[in-house]
T-cell receptor, first 115, second 114 residues
Framework: DTGVSQDPRHKITKRGQNVTFRCDPI?????LYWYRQTLGQGPEFLTY????????KSRLLSDRFSAERPKGSFSTLEIQRTEQGDSAMYLC?????????????FGPGTRLTVL | ELKVEQNPLFLSMQEGKNYTIYCNYS?????LYWYRQDPGKSLESLFV?????AVKQEGRLMASLDTKARLSTLHITAAVHDLSATYFC??????????????FGRGTQLTVWP
């Protein structure tokens, strides 16, 4: 168990550029989640997948945001035409969908700064 | 939409003292999580509480859940500096296969001083 990994850890971009983040979940976990966290706030849900199916998207996820999880393994989150308001920490988490604890394990995050 | 409120948001306490952090939520849930976050780091799972009356303890931290009151507490006993961090509670209101989306509180920033 190597934990959830995210790449890159930091991204600085100019307003209007596109960015893509990658998340690799814990290997046997079938659920993968994306959250966004701004300073002084708790994480806010963006979207989640069970295997390759995207099951829910938050209203926070505007049409500039898209997420994929091809083949039910790693996931990517793309933000098109970035805005300064997109600056945040983007967190990925994974869990095993059972009737057990369902604990979500978080990765180290990708910190996005839009100039 | 579900609201999760934590209080206090900021807590400064002396080593050796006891204190309780409260987490209230606005709709039915029987699944609540506590996480810890150190500055600049990601979230570390502390406890999962799965039923009314559940109590979990790890070291100087003890968490409990009252689903009827929609309240969870995180009690700190004899605080030490290493407990300084931000603590989040998170609620999952799903049932069965809809479990998954977490609603987080704003966090309680704990500072323990000598």
């Amino acid at each position: 168990d190597t934990g959830v990994s995210q790449d890159p850890r930091h991204k600085i971009t100019k307003r209007g550029q596109n960015v893509t983040f990658r998340c690799d979940p814990i290997s046997e976990h079938n659920r993968l989640y994306w959250y966004r966290q701004t300073l002084g706030q708790g994480p806010e849900f963006l979207t989640y997948f069970q295997n390759e199916a995207q099951l829910e998207k938050s209203r926070l996820l505007s049409d500039r945001f898209s997420a994929e999880r091809p083949k039910g393994s790693f996931s990517t989150l793309e933000i098109q035409r970035t805005e300064q308001g997109d600056s945040a920490m983007y967190l990925c988490a994974s869990s095993l969908n059972t009737r057990g604890s369902g604990t979500q394990y978080f990765g180290p995050g990708t910190r996005l700064t839009v100039l | 939409e579900l609201k999760v409120e934590q209080n206090p948001l900021f807590l400064s306490m002396q080593e050796g003292k006891n204190y309780t952090i409260y987490c209230n939520y606005s709709t039915t849930s029987d699944r609540l999580y506590w996480y810890r976050q150190d500055p600049g780091k990601s979230l570390e799972s502390l406890f999962v509480l799965l039923s009314n009356g559940a109590v979990k303890q790890e070291g100087r931290l003890m968490a409990s859940l009252d689903t009827k009151a929609r309240l969870s507490t995180l009690h700190i006993t004899a605080a030490v500096h290493d407990l300084s961090a931000t603590y989040f509670c998170a609620v999952d209101t799903g049932r069965g296969s809809t479990l998954g989306r977490l609603y987080f509180g704003r966090g309680t920033q704990l500072t323990v001083w000598p």
